[in-house]
């Protein structure tokens, strides 16, 4: 069984459109991340949601909304996109905020027309 | 941030030799732990060290801490090409990660 799954896996779609990428997490756990991981395959994070709060919310366009409809999904919302929002973006998830050790998803690579 | 900082960027060595990659990080952490990223895939944990700890060992992976020196080094023993991935720091309970260390493994 996945333990962290994201659709779509790929993901190509014309400069200003609007896009969702789903996560889901069947362990239970009460953490979830966005991280986006440019080119150079530096990650950085994007959005933490711990039991459906929002605990981190970096510098991140307003156009990327992210939604938690319960502590086992975390949904991400783009709008507007652009060239560079090119990227892979990756869902993770842990038991607990911190330290724990991080599950992630395979990621979804978004290409922008 | 308490980004990790791995070092080498890139790595190939012949199969059965050993790996070392580095890390350095710049602030005071509870733990620190290697990710493993194989091509075209998502993150795998593979060890984590308490800031009290200085060595600990999983299989073939052997992981050092040097809180004094805001740095860790993992190595991989009798490296297989089964190894050849990114290999990724991550510094306490902040969400940066580098760049990664990419190891190649020639058979």
Not at chain 1, 71 to 96: M, R, T
């Amino acid at each position: 069984d996945t333990a962290v799954s994201q659709t779509p896996k790929y993901l190509v779609t014309q400069m200003g459109n609007d896009k969702s990428i789903k996560c889901e997490q069947n362990l239970g756990h009460d953490t979830m991340y966005w991280y986006k991981q440019d080119s150079k395959k530096f990650l950085k994070i994007m959005f933490s949601y711990n039991n459906k709060e929002l605990i981190i919310n970096e510098t991140v366009p307003n156009r990327f909304s992210p939604k938690s409809p319960d502590k086992a999904h975390l949904n991400l919302h783009i709008n507007s996109l652009e060239l560079g929002d090119s990227a892979v973006y990756f869902c993770a998830s842990s038991q607990d905020t911190g330290e724990q050790p991080q599950h992630f998803g395979d990621g979804t690579r978004l290409s922008i027309l | 941030s308490q980004q990790g900082e791995e070092d080498p960027q890139a790595l190939s060595i012949q199969e059965g030799e050993n790996a070392t990659m580095n890390c350095s990080y710049k602030t005071s952490i509870n733990n620190l732990q290697w990710y493993r990223q194989n091509s075209g895939r998502g993150l795998v944990h593979l060890i984590l060290i308490r800031s009290n700890e200085r060595e600990k060992h999983s299989g073939r992976l052997r992981v050092t801490l040097d809180t004094s020196k805001k740095s860790s080094s993992l190595l991989i023993t009798a490296s297989r090409a089964a190894d050849t991935a990114s290999y990724f720091c991550f510094p306490g309970n902040q969400f940066y990660f580098g760049t990664g260390t990419s190891l190649t493994v020639i058979p």
